[in-house]
């Protein structure tokens, strides 16, 4: 009988052997594939945020822009568009699908998203700080960066009196994809945005390796556009003022080393140059304002004067229209939706004449229109001591400088905020489309198949 | 869940009639049940007393206890293979030995190992399979697995059903399919581990039985890796008390020469036509502006002629010369020939009390139709010892060393001048010299190129592969360490241990006198016009290539077995732990400039890229080196029991769980293991049972699940490193995404069987039902993108199938005399559906559109399947029509479009069915006659279509070549009524082809009848005193081609366009000392 309790005994230790060995969770967690390469270390990490397909190449949303009045399509082009995209042209987007604006954004920040996750997993090395640094700071503005390029495309402009209740976009902060898909408040959004912008410039270096990366000054720029989107003309003022404190170059259009030859070739200026502070480009597939089809508003074409020089540099004749020769991407098919110094320039002009600070607002305006206007003859100045006339001038500036940059919408949608009223209209195939201001449809409709998988609601007609 | 609820049911039903019979406590007799041949122990036996009623079952050792209520009485001692034997009882006696005659001409009893116990066929209630000796050495492929092929109920071998997985190499599936995107393979077993060696290097003449496990009960104690079934090896093993027996066999088989002239070619006439059609079209006028671009030799013709330099009866001389040359009767003539395999192996086994052994060793050489050979020399020792009443020790070794080199070149693989098919080549002139073919550069740029600086740049196909050699050595060895320690009557321990280790170490030679060399070092070569000096970036000598690599796995298992028996009641249980793991290790790399003698190499730049002397393109020196380094890690446990009462109802029951470190991390963490249950009941031993005629009748039911693990998968994320194309900073891009949720496939069976026996033995055999049902298996599927955004869909465990199936096994006496006839009829019925997949494709009949031969998941589809465009014949122009809006057209992109808007509906398409076997088996008729035995396997395959190849004119065009149905095309108006094949249009349009290829005219039903093989076997029997126990000399023919076939057009539907097997002869001899 003692033999028998013995040999239960030896069961009974078997077992515990059995459930120990599988609860020896270490022997489990060996990789299976040496070669199945998980990015782990700081370096990987950093290599994970250098990956430009991903962080920086056609990710920034595409609809807002092509909802906007700086183009139109002849019959010919519209016509012979898909369905989907003739009913974005006519603000009637209704179901669209994968790949999109959407898909890209997030992409790029599943990514900030893992390296913040991982970063937590890896212990600090003294002799890596500044990496770890860098890979902290710029995780963070990559996710804070394309929230903020999401909301502009996907919410309505910031309203403190609804953004408690306004939808805003799904602020994803972990790299499990199990976690399900909510929207967050338009508030929520914006202070995640206006947190991590915040939180990264400490981080992040003045000068970065390449301009792909972030830096400092895309930090304070990234918290002037999104001050300027919410109407915080004091704390975009502060940003703008801080972000040209560190770059602050912008090319003379008489002539500089940074245009390729002339102003006038196909691809006037070199990709990365001085005046790009952080290069994002814009999603291409809503290929419905692609530069070959977009022709440039006849309207806004006359506002250029002739010794304008954006005039030559900007666009150029093309199948019946003026076409935009996608200035600063290097590539004529591209649109450039970073940040660079002109926008800065504008920002802070235009939140200075916000303030009542006119003189130093047509300071940084003139600063501006001295590069881009002929000097054959010598720069008049524009001079005005009336606020409106000044931010008047200002915004008819801003529209001509930063045309297919993915911020008109945005613009649109803040200045009708502002009672400026503008009324959209496109007359297309013997019918009259018209946006008003403040219309619903101002928050894109979000993909269709997202909708359906992660059950989120849609955003109202 | 319907399925449980029946087995439930069922298994609850023969409990109701139990009788609970008390044990008297009267006195016992006990003894043991040997065989009378060797000494063996009989475990299994049953002892029954005639009057009393009792039953017991003898232990493994043999031993038996039997309470005795009355004396006298008589036991009735009987055991599968033996002659039933009386023993009258008149005292209370122990220590009774009884020895039972094997029954004449019948093998061994069966024994079916699980990999984790041996057990009786009455033992288990799950579905299995049994190959004994005999039935393996009925065929004579040098593979074990090969030998399974039409001898093995349930199992189908799916030659020539592509799917891009590694892990898909035996083409074996068992019951058909239970995974969509997952291994195919079922699990090997070899001596109780899982093998993951090369399946070459085990030699049949090793192997006792192979035992395939096929339903959940059988399989699931192998939990994630059973889902498609398990194929458990056994090798030879010597036996206690056994006098030395000496085996000794021979074989040799000759296969016969393929016959090229039966591929479905078009002619060499016409293929010739083409090119001049093409040519006087201006089709090759960029190439021939280029001017180093190779031409085919009508082209150069066709060239010559247009450019004035020779005469055109000069040029239509030649090209009727041409017209008579056929590549196919150049390849059989130079490079093939018949294959010749010798087999030989000698084994010798014995065994004292204490000692049992056995060694073997065996030798096999192969010389393929193109020369290529593969010599392989196996040597095996098994011991087990007895040093002490309670212990066994086992110490097994297996190694294996094989070399493979490469021979001639296969048809068609020279035949490709400028990516252009060429079926006019000449390999030698009319002396047997051999003549060059143009190969990478232009023959006329070969002449010029260089000014006589380069390396010869002539290619011979006949003298090249002499001067190409891959060889590939491998050597494995298999040792296994294990003991059995008996701790009490019921209880042992026992703790194994195996070790395996293959290393293969490849390599590729190419001297100096090899094309491959040549053309490398001359692309390679820098020449300086003005001074003639010529760099060579790739130095002057031969290139090797090497590739080494080595698996290695240890596993470690300790078991507890529980086996008892008292009274009527009878206990099998095992419980036991095992780790697993695998690592894999790889490295490759390539020499330049290699001298064999004396041994040396040059060091060469594979970092910059050079400019290569045709093109001036610039490129990298091709191969640098390679490493590779793979683990998988495995910790199970598991348990097993059946409870047997009254020897005729047996409820069994098993679990396992796995962890894996290829498995997501709340995968291993989870308590969630696969299970089984199953019930048997011997019908015929109830008292109610009173049909005289079926003596032996079982029913059998099961339910359970295993699992189906891809090892290639991970629940890391896996990233692609690389240097940014803009910053040209080292990036990172994520490809796959974690997923900690990542688990194995499920595969639930339900099982329902029946074994039966009439009296005599006349007529026996079994019947299986089930029901399959895979779940969580792997697919695509759309997900919330906003976690990532890369794709839109995942992979995930989501998918499901269905499956459901018949196995029958009939054996017939026909007649038993002096002369014998025995028939063997398999029959197995499988189909299998997919129930929920999630991709747009999985809901659309276009996505089986074409072969049938790659899985693809449409929902309520078979798993292979075929669907066709309906076809409108040939208009009045030749070209093929379809449907469009329900009316005859020929817009081939708007019918593709119509079909794909249509999703599953069948409008213009057409759901044809399955494109694997639905009904398949053999028919296995045995005659003997005194030693004097012939057998004929007859294989059947039903229920399933094939697309016959047709001919493609955008193939034809820009590679030329075609199927001999070119013949018959569309050439004038009215053909359209005689004919099916669309006319020669050109330019040529893809999508008209695609239409017609793909379209119903062109799929045929696959239902064949095939001769399997003949086997005729003479036996001497055995003379008592002399030294030669056994003679037997066999001749065997197999892969004797199709019966009968459905289709009309002579072609083998397993086969399409390609080759079938050729016929197969061998002869052979075994002794017995």
Sequence with gaps: ?461 | MKYKLIFFVLAALPAAGLNAQMLSKAHAISGRVVSATDGEYLGGATIRLLKGKAAVMAVSSGMFTIQVLHLPDTLQVSHTGFHTQLVPVNNYAGGLTITLQPVAGELEPVVVNTGYQRLKPNEVNGAVTVIDNKTLAMQTGTNILSRLKDVTSGLAFNEGYTNNNIQNKTAISIRGLSTINGPLDPLIVLDNFIYEGDIASINPADIESVTVLKDAAAASIWGARAGNGVIVITTKKGKFNQKLQVEISSTVTLMQKPNLNALPEMSVADNVDVEQFLFNKGYFDDDISKGYVPLTPAVEVFLKAKNGLISPADSSGEIDALKGIDSRSQYSRYFYQPAYTQQYALNLRGGSQQLAWLISGSYNRDIDNLSATYNKANFRLSNTYHPAKNLEIILDAYYTASKSVTGKYAYNSVSAIGGRYVPYLRFADDHGNPLPVTNGVNANYIDTAGAGKLLNWQYYPLEDYKHNRGTANLDAIIANAGINYHLLKPLSFSLQYQFQQQRTNSSYYSDTASYHARNLINLFSQLNRTTGQVSHIIPLGGIMQHTNNVIKSQNVRAQLNFSRQWGLHAVTAIAGAETREVAANGDGSIFYGYNSNPLSYANVDFVNYYPTFVTGGYSLIPGATSLSAANNRFVSVYANASYTLLDRYTLSASARKDGSNILGVTTNDKWKPLWSAGLGWEVSKEKFYSLTWLPYLKLRTSYGYSGNVDLSRSALPVAGYGNDFITGLPDASINTINNPGLKWEQTGQLNFGLDFRTASSSFSGSADYYFKKGTNLYGQTPYDYTAWGMQNTIIKNVADMKGKGMDIVLRTTNINGRFKWNTMLLYNYNTSKTTAYYDDASRNLTSLLGPGRNISPVVGKPLYAIAAYKWAGLDKEGNPQGYLNKQVSTDYAAIYDEAFNNGLEEDNVRYIGSGIPTSFGSLINTFLWKGLELSINISYKFGYYFIKPSLSYSGLVSQGGGDKEYANRWQKPGDELITNVPSFAYPVNSARDAFYGESEINVLRSDHIRLQYIDVSYSLSAKDNSLLHGLRVFFNAANLGILWRANKYNLDPDYPGTLSPPVSFSIGVSANF
């Excluded at chain 1, 179901?95 to 600090?124: R, V």
């Excluded at chain 1, 309203?159 to 209740?165: I, R, W």
């Excluded at chain 1, 400490?202 to 301009?211: C, I, M, R």
């Excluded at chain 1, 013997?430 to 198949?449: F, H, I, R, V, W």
């Design chain 1, 1 to 461: 009988m003692t033999l028998l309790s013995k040999n239960r005994n030896i069961a009974w230790l078997m077992i515990i052997a059995m459930v120990t060995a599988i609860s020896c969770k270490k022997y489990l967690e060996k990789s299976p594939d040496a070669r199945l390469a998980v990015p782990q270390s700081v370096t990987d990490l950093q290599a994970v945020l250098d990956f430009t397909n991903v962080m920086n190449l056609y990710t920034t949303p595409g609809i807002g822009e092509a909802s906007c009045d700086d183009y139109y399509l002849q019959e010919s082009t519209y016509s012979s568009s898909p369905v989907t995209w003739q009913n974005l042209y006519t603000w009637q987007l209704g179901d669209y699908f994968f790949q999109n604006g959407w898909s890209k954004a997030y992409n790029a920040i599943y990514n900030a998203n893992y390296c913040l996750d991982e970063l937590a997993n890896t212990p600090p090395a003294p002799q890596a700080q500044d990496a770890r640094n860098n890979v902290k700071g710029s995780a963070l503005f990559y996710r804070s960066y394309y929230f903020m390029h999401l909301l502009w495309e996907f919410a309505k402009a910031y309203d403190p009196a609804s953004s408690n209740t306004d939808p805003g976009i799904v602020l994803r902060l972990g790299s499990d994809f199990n976690v399900p898909s909510k929207r967050a408040s338009v508030k929520e959004c914006y202070d995640r945005v206006i947190g991590d912008a915040k939180l990264c410039a400490g981080y992040l270096p003045e000068h970065p390796a390449h301009v792909m990366r972030p830096s400092k000054g895309a930090a304070w720029g990234l918290l002037a556009k999104a001050y300027l989107s919410m109407r915080e003309y004091d704390s975009a003022l502060h940003y703008a003022t801080l972000c040209l404190s560190i770059d602050h170059d912008l090319i003379d259009y008489n002539g500089d080393p940074d245009i390729n030859g002339s102003i006038s070739a196909t691809v006037p200026f070199v990709r990365f140059n001085k005046e790009v502070i952080f290069y994002s480009e814009m999603n291409n597939n809503n290929f419905i304002n692609s530069p070959t089809k977009a022709k440039i508003d006849t309207l806004l074409y006359a506002m250029y004067d002739s010794n304008d020089l954006r005039k030559t540099a900007f666009f150029r004749v093309y199948s019946g229209g003026y076409r935009f020769k996608c200035i600063y991407t290097g590539n004529i098919s591209q649109y450039f939706t970073g940040i660079a110094t002109d926008e800065i320039y504008l920002i802070k002009a235009e939140c200075e004449a916000r303030t009542g600070k006119i003189p130093e607002a047509l300071d940084d305006l003139n600063t501006l229109l001295q590069k881009r206007y002929s000097n054959a003859t010598p720069y008049v100045a524009f001079i005005s001591d009336d606020p409106a006339t000044v931010l008047q001038k200002i915004l008819q500036e801003r529209r001509k400088e930063l045309l297919m940059r993915g911020v008109r919408w945005m613009d649109i949608k803040r200045l009708n905020k502002e009672n400026a009223n503008i009324t959209l209209v496109r007359n297309i195939g013997g019918q009259t489309y018209t946006l008003l201001p403040n219309a619903n449809y101002y928050a894109l409709p979000l993909p269709a198949d997202i909708i359906q998988a992660a059950g989120i609601a849609q955003n109202e007609k």
